[in-house]
C-alpha cells in the first residue's frame, strides 16, 4: 500500500521530505496537499491525523509521522539504499536546525523596517496570515469542544501578526523581533552550519537544504542561480566556503529542481 505524504508546494518543511523522496527514490509515497494558504491543517480531519496541525505528515506501516525529522527519518530508512543511521552530530544539527529560534517559517513572515512592512502586506505574508486567520475563525465558530482551545491560541497569535500588517498594531514590536531573528539566522549560516555541516551525504543535508533555500528565497532568490548571492547580500558577507559549497553540490539536483520547479520556498 503506498505512503501518503501529506505536503504543500509552499512549505519549507514539506520540501525537505520531498527532497528525501526524489533523492532516495523511494517508492510508493502519493503526494497529498494540504493548503497552508487556507489554512487546510486546522480542518478537524487533518488534526486527527496530527495534532500539530503541520506538516509534513507520512502515513505509511500502518504508522502516522507527525514531525520533519521522523518523517525524513523513515524515508530515508526505506529507501532503495537506505541511508546509514545518523551520527550524533548530525542529529544535533537536525535538532539545531528545528529549534524555534532559528524559524525560517517566521524568515517568510518578519518585517525589519517600514519597507518591509508595506511589502508584506501587499504580497505573500498578509495573504497567508489573512487566509489562516479566516479559517480559524470559521472552525472556533463552530465550537467544536475538541479543538477550541487549540484553535484560539493559533488565532490570537495569527492575528497579532495580521493586525501588525493591517495597520491596526503598531509595528515596533515585530520589527524589533524580525531583527533580533535576522541576526539569529545569520548564526546559522556562519557560525553553526560551518562548524557542522559534514562533506558526505547525510540525512541532515534535507533538512539543511530546505532551511536554506526557504531562507534564499525570503532574501530575494527566484532560482538555483541566484540562492548563494540572495544570502549574502542580505548578511552582507561571502558565505563560508562548506557552506557555499553545500549549496554548490544541491541546487544542480534534480530532485532540488523537481521540488521547487514552480517557485523556491
Known sequence: MPATLYTFGASVWGAAAELAVHELGVPDVEFKQTNLLQGENFEPAFIAKNPNATLPTLEADGKTFTNTTDVVHYLATIAPTPLPEPTAEQKELIRIIHEDQYDP???????????????????????????????????????????????????????????????????????????????RLREVVYTILPARLQAENAEADFHVVAWLTRIAATSGATGKADVTSALEKRFGAALPANVKTFLDKWTPKESWSKVYSAAIH
Not at 131 to 142: F, K, V
Not at 150 to 164: D, I, P, Q, Y
Open 105 to 183: 517559517n517566521f524568515a517568510l513572515l518578519q518585517v525589519r523596517n517600514p519597507e518591509e512592512l508595506a511589502a508584506a502586506a501587499a504580497g505573500i505574508p498578509k495573504a497567508f496570515v489573512a487566509g489562516r486567520q479566516a479559517t480559524l475563525n470559521r472552525l472556533i465558530d463552530t465550537g467544536n469542544p475538541a479543538h477550541l482551545d487549540f484553535w484560539k491560541a493559533k488565532a490570537e497569535a495569527n492575528g497579532g501578526l495580521l493586525a501588525t500588517y493591517e495597520g491596526t498594531v503598531a509595528p515596533d514590536g515585530l520589527f524589533a523581533a524580525s531583527n533580533a531573528h535576522n541576526d
